[in-house]
């Protein structure tokens, strides 16, 4: 299909909903949309400025600082040891990349790349930008013998969902059987909060328990816009078998995507910082601890949702008809319609709206019902 026939950009449909939770006295609360609203740190803001210098072109695979630095970064917080530089390639944020990906692996008509049934719709994009057939499936026995890239996204947007080691190595078993890519999209993966994952990490696509030590055919991608409030830097990269890293980093020197110098310089210190890290994760956690049970006492049911940065949430009825209920308490949601065709009851809701914004959200909520 390529760029022709894309559907219209969703989010215009939401405009009437905004407008009406807009007119509420006490203004809207918008937890439609995932973009980061806390300050980017001090300490990588100082390492972007002190890098400002970069008359040269930067290099698209990255500076070995940085290349080291993500390696460093999956062993000690991915639980992924042994990777080197030429296992990880830097870029231009993550959607960027999930949206190109089919057509970078030379995926194309014929072919089918396997997403989840509530998904990001970049991966379905991407797909048909291809010209690729885009097949929503969770689970591996489900996927079509002609599929040749699958997306994994753990922990799920919008749903929250965790994929444990266990199901990931069953997933790349499937795909190597099919002599597909499987490409784990784990940009929340730092947010966990319930069951096992409010203690344990969440397992990355590259972890040995998964690909038993050998990364054929295996990618993870990583973004720091949610755990280091970098949404503005578009600073991600992407780590995995380096027979598909080094063709990758290949065309993507002759299409010029390339991360610039400072924003290269600036990740190096995000990713050696912990700190900021789980101060970004307390406070999302405390917006989550506030919303979670006010949305439950005015009749929502939340599902999975254990880890990420999302509730996605039911009240049984259409999301539309869960918008306006919202909208009216001038609450702004994003609708499960959005993320595919599989659950048109659920509303997706962010965590990514001030203390006092959220604090105002569950308010509003609890008198609804009182």
């Given at each position: 299909?390529?760029?022709?026939?894309?559907?219209?950009?969703?989010?215009?449909?939401?405009?009437?909903y905004?407008?009406?939770?807009r007119?509420?006295?006490?203004?809207?609360?918008?937890?439609?949309?995932?973009?980061p609203v806390?300050?980017?740190?001090?300490?990588?803001?100082?390492?972007?400025?002190?890098?400002?210098?970069?008359?040269?072109?930067?290099l698209?695979?990255?500076?070995?600082?940085?290349?080291?630095?993500?390696a460093?970064w999956?062993?000690?917080?991915?639980?992924?040891?042994?990777?080197?530089?030429r296992?990880?390639?830097?870029?231009?944020?993550?959607?960027?990349?999930?949206a190109?990906l089919?057509?970078?692996?030379?995926?194309?008509?014929?072919?089918?790349v396997?997403?989840?049934?509530?998904?990001?719709?970049?991966?379905?994009?991407g797909?048909?930008?291809?010209?690729?057939e885009?097949?929503?499936?969770?689970e591996p026995?489900?996927?079509p013998?002609h599929?040749?890239?699958?997306?994994?996204?753990?922990?799920?947007?919008?749903?929250?969902?965790?994929?444990?080691?266990?199901?990931?190595?069953?997933?790349?078993s499937?795909?190597?059987?099919?002599?597909?890519?499987?490409?784990?999209?784990?940009?929340?993966?730092?947010?966990g909060?319930?069951?096992?994952?409010?203690d344990?990490?969440?397992p990355?696509?590259?972890?040995?328990?998964?690909?038993?030590?050998?990364l054929?055919?295996?990618?993870?991608?990583?973004?720091l816009?949610?755990?280091?409030?970098l949404?503005?830097?578009?600073?991600?990269?992407?780590?995995?078998?380096?027979?598909?890293?080094g063709p990758l980093a290949?065309?993507?020197?002759?299409?010029?995507?390339?991360?610039?110098?400072?924003?290269q310089?600036?990740m190096?210190?995000?990713?050696?910082?912990?700190?900021?890290?789980?101060?970004?994760?307390?406070?999302?956690r405390?917006?989550?601890?506030?919303?979670?049970?006010?949305?439950?006492?005015?009749?929502?049911?939340?599902?999975?949702?254990e880890?990420?940065?999302?509730?996605?949430?039911?009240?049984?009825?259409d999301a539309?008809?869960?918008?306006?209920?919202l909208?009216?308490?001038?609450?702004l949601?994003?609708?499960?319609?959005?993320?595919?065709?599989?659950?048109p009851?659920?509303?997706?809701l962010?965590l990514?709206?001030t203390?006092?914004?959220?604090a105002?959200?569950?308010?509003?909520?609890?008198a609804?019902?009182?």
């Open positions: 299909m390529g760029v022709q026939g894309l559907p219209d950009y969703p989010w215009d449909q939401v405009a009437p905004a407008e009406r939770a007119a509420h006295a006490d203004g809207i609360v918008d937890l439609s949309i995932g973009s806390d300050p980017t740190p001090e300490i990588v803001r100082h390492a972007l400025s002190a890098a400002t210098d970069a008359h040269a072109y930067p698209t695979v990255g500076t070995p600082a940085l290349r080291e630095a993500i460093e999956f062993a000690r917080r991915r639980g992924v040891p042994g990777l080197e530089p296992h990880v390639l830097p870029t231009i944020g993550s959607k960027e990349l999930v190109l089919p057509l970078l692996l030379g995926v194309g008509e014929g072919d089918a396997v997403h989840p049934r509530a998904a990001y719709p970049t991966y379905e994009i797909a048909r930008v291809a010209g690729a885009a097949v929503a499936a969770d026995e489900d996927w013998a599929t040749r890239l699958v997306w994994i996204n753990s922990p799920g947007n919008p749903d929250g969902a965790v994929w444990d080691a266990e199901r990931l190595a069953r997933a790349v499937r795909a190597r059987e099919l002599g597909a890519v499987v490409a784990g999209d784990e940009c929340y993966a730092e947010l909060w319930e069951g096992r994952w409010a344990e990490p969440v990355s696509v590259l972890d040995p328990r998964v690909t038993g030590g050998d054929t055919g295996v990618l993870a991608v990583y973004s816009s949610k755990q280091s409030n949404a503005g830097y578009r600073a991600a990269f992407l780590a995995g078998d380096p027979a598909l890293v290949n065309v993507r020197k002759h299409l010029g995507l390339m991360l610039p110098a400072p924003v310089s600036a190096v210190t995000a990713l050696g910082d912990e700190a900021h890290v789980q101060e970004q994760k307390q406070r999302y405390a917006r989550r601890s506030r919303l979670k049970p006010a949305l439950e006492a005015a009749g929502f049911r939340i599902d999975r949702s880890a990420g940065l999302y509730l996605w949430a039911t009240e049984g009825r539309w008809e869960s918008m306006s209920r909208a009216d308490l001038g609450i949601a994003g609708p499960g319609h959005f993320y595919g065709p599989h659950f009851q659920h509303v997706r962010s990514t709206a203390d006092g914004r959220v105002a959200a569950a308010d509003r909520l609890t609804s019902v009182s």
